[in-house]
């Protein structure tokens, strides 16, 4: 079974920067995109990027200026860093795993930015 | 980027009535599509991938088909717990988007 753990500060200030991490419990970390999708309160669902296990990174061109992803396949993690931040940022940010479709998702972290 | 369309925006239904919920993308995108269900608080649930195919423990009463641009997600029989918030996904091209969600409410 495959399960996926994230965690991270939830509570941030305007221009401050967000950072998450997912670790994964699974037999296999490569031949997958791990993924990271947010949800702004009361609204649909993100695709924020991804990476792989050799570190390759897709990110979504709204926020490319913005986010960096990185991966330590020692520890099965992956991670997310969302710099200057606004209002808009507060979401509920998932870890995923995604081969064609997502299949698992992590518990999501609430974060919520504000002054 | 590819959109992805989803009609209704809401829909209120009974239990065991059937519900089609249908998904148009801005572009072909084969069958690289799938549905999820998404309940308050809960990250989404795989029902549906590669358009047809059924998650493995998913009720069979869920179906979906289709192909390139239009896309529909059938529940055959609805259940209680079936009251939910359902989206598709598309995975054809980057960046990978969503659909803006169906609310499937209680009549």
């Known amino acids: 079974q495959v399960q996926l753990q994230q965690w991270g500060a939830g509570l941030l200030k305007p221009s401050e920067t967000l950072s998450l991490t997912c670790a994964v419990y699974v037999d296999s970390f490569s031949g997958y995109h791990w993924t990271w999708i947010r949800q702004p309160p009361g609204k649909g669902l993100e695709w924020i990027g991804e990476?792989?296990?050799?570190?390759?990174?897709t990110y979504n061109p709204s926020l490319k200026s913005r986010v960096t992803m990185s991966v330590d396949t020692s520890m099965n993690q992956f991670s997310m860093r969302l710099t200057s931040l606004t209002a808009a940022d507060t979401a509920v940010y998932y870890c995923?795993?995604?081969?064609?479709?997502?299949?698992?998702w992590g518990q999501g972290t609430r974060v919520t930015v504000s002054p | 980027d590819i959109q992805m369309t989803q009609s209704p925006s809401s829909l209120s239904a009974s239990v065991g009535d059937r519900v089609t919920i249908t998904c148009r993308a801005s572009?072909?995108?084969?069958?690289?599509l799938g549905w999820y269900q998404q309940k308050p608080g809960k990250a989404p649930k795989r029902l549906i991938y590669a358009a047809s195919s059924l998650q493995s423990g998913v009720p069979s009463r869920f179906s979906g088909s289709g192909s390139g641009t239009e896309f529909t997600l059938t529940i055959s029989s609805l259940q209680p717990e079936d009251f939910a918030v359902y989206y598709c996904?598309?995975?054809?091209?980057?960046?990978?988007?969503f659909g803006q969600g169906t609310r499937l409410e209680i009549k």
């Open positions: 990476i792989d296990h050799s570190g390759q990174t």
């Open positions: 572009q072909g995108i084969s069958n690289d």
């Open positions: 995923a795993r995604r081969l064609a479709t997502v299949d698992y």
């Open positions: 996904l598309q995975h054809n091209s980057y960046p990978i988007t």
